[in-house]
């Protein structure tokens, strides 16, 4: 069974929104998406804390992104506004297992969604 299952990716106009989805498969403390564009290293971008309402940002989309997650605490979403070209990535879900640091802390995520395509054209 995929540990992690991402939807939503797709194409957008800059300046214009896409919301991403990400369903585990059980319960994980820390959850959060990280991108990678091409020639260019993986980048973490936002986590959560699912049994909180701590968040995490990196400074490439803070103010612009915003992670949360539903009731379930298995599900959460990456709402990205104002989007730029440099956006253009694939993007991860991700998640920690066990939880090993703060949800902010990008080298402790070790499982892996399969990655949704995101274009931002200008």
């Known amino acids: 069974q995929v540990p992690l299952s991402e939807s939503g990716g797709g194409s957008v106009q800059a300046g214009g929104s896409l919301k991403l989805a990400c369903t585990a498969s059980?319960?994980?403390?820390?959850m959060g998406w990280f991108r990678q564009a091409p020639g260019k290293e993986r980048e973490g971008i936002a986590g959560?804390?699912?049994?909180?309402?701590?968040?995490y940002y990196a400074d490439s989309v803070k103010g612009r992104f915003t992670i949360s997650r539903d009731a379930t605490r298995t599900t959460v979403f990456l709402h990205m506004n104002s989007t730029i070209p440099d956006d253009t990535a694939m993007y991860y879900c991700?998640?920690?297992?066990?939880?090993?640091?703060?949800?902010?802390?990008?080298?402790?995520?070790?499982?892996w969604g399969q990655g949704t395509q995101v274009t931002v054209s200008s």
């Open positions: 059980t319960h994980y403390y820390c």
């Open positions: 959560i804390l699912t049994f909180g309402t701590l968040t």
């Open positions: 991700a998640a920690q297992s066990p939880k090993q640091a703060t949800c902010g802390t990008w080298q402790a995520y070790n499982q």
